[in-house]
């Protein structure tokens, strides 16, 4: 028994409490949930931040493009992410040790030709200096 003019549920003067995830389905009329597909950008920020601490600046960025390969959600981000750190710490220690291997074969080559007892006796025994001749031509102020 409405005594308005409008349709039943159609009239203005009701307050209908609106959930933005759930909406009806335009071909049976059911109601449905929504899901979200995105992942926004301080999730895709903790994910980064958890790699880098997990697994370094490559860690940060596999960790940045799962989240938003997995559209935000973290069960399988987790499955993912941890066996995925174990290869790239392999990955870093790798780099790190070639990296650390170059820098000491670089200075051991650098060192050998500077500190190498054998050169330096061979370059000071070639000079020929005839002291009394070198304090008679130069004489030097401190």
């Known amino acids: 028994m409405n005594n308005s003019n409008f349709p039943e549920g159609n009239d203005p003067g009701l ?17 449905r949930v929504l899901v979200r597909n995105t992942v926004t950008g301080f999730e895709q920020g903790i994910a980064a931040v958890m ?3 997990t697994a370094g600046p490559i860690g940060a960025l596999a960790a ?17 992410g941890i066996p995925l750190s174990i290869i790239i710490n392999l ?4 780099i790190f040790t070639i990296i650390a291997a170059l820098i000491v074969a670089v200075s051991e080559d650098y060192s050998s030709k500077i500190y190498n007892p054998r050169m330096y006796l061979m370059a000071v025994s070639s000079i ?10 130069h004489t030097y102020f401190l």
């Open 51 to 53: 790699g880098l601490f």
């Open 91 to 94: 990955i870093n220690f790798l």
């Open 64 to 80: 940045w493009g799962t989240i938003r390969g997995v559209q935000g959600k973290w069960t399988p981000w987790v499955i993912i």
């Open 15 to 31: 307050k209908k409490t609106i959930n933005p995830t759930i909406v009806e389905d335009p071909i049976d009329s059911s109601k």
């Open 128 to 137: 020929n200096l005839d002291i009394d001749k070198v304090n008679q031509n």
